[in-house]
């Protein structure tokens, strides 16, 4: 499964950007979905995940409210909607495919996850 993020960008805080990730898989509604993101210096953080269907969806506290995750199976794409972003949020954006069509699966380690995008950079200012 190639996987493909696009949509970052500068944006001041306050704004929002949506992130998008095209993948290649044509059984792409087998696959839960996530969205990671890496901070200069950090360790790769959870940031939200959805099951194959989209009715089931997990978020970081620090983004829950803000942030929503969403997903298009018949465009093979997952979204991730930031809004009132602030500068904390800087980090380059990686979205990820689980192969699973589990309801309930692990979603918060990087390791749960089978492909990787190659990432989007988002940056806030402040």
């Known amino acids: 499964v190639q996987l493909q993020a696009s949509g970052g960008g500068l944006v001041q805080a306050g704004g929002s950007l949506r992130l998008s990730c095209a993948a290649s898989?044509?059984?792409?509604?087998?696959?839960?979905m996530g969205w990671f993101r890496q901070a200069p210096g950090k360790e790769r953080e959870f940031v939200a995940a959805?099951?194959?269907?989209?009715?089931?969806?997990y978020y970081a506290d620090s983004v829950k409210g803000r942030f929503t995750i969403s997903r298009d199976n018949v465009k093979n794409t997952v979204y991730l909607q930031m809004n009132s972003l602030k500068p904390e949020d800087t980090a380059v954006y990686y979205c990820?495919?689980?192969?699973?069509?589990?309801?309930?699966?692990?979603?918060?380690?990087?390791?749960?996850?089978?492909?990787w995008g190659q990432g989007t950079l988002v940056t806030v200012s402040s």
């Open positions: 990820a495919a689980q192969r699973t069509t589990a309801y309930y699966f692990n979603y918060f380690k990087t390791q749960s996850y089978n492909y």
């Open positions: 898989e044509r059984t792409f509604s087998n696959y839960a």
């Open positions: 959805l099951n194959w269907s989209g009715d089931n969806t």
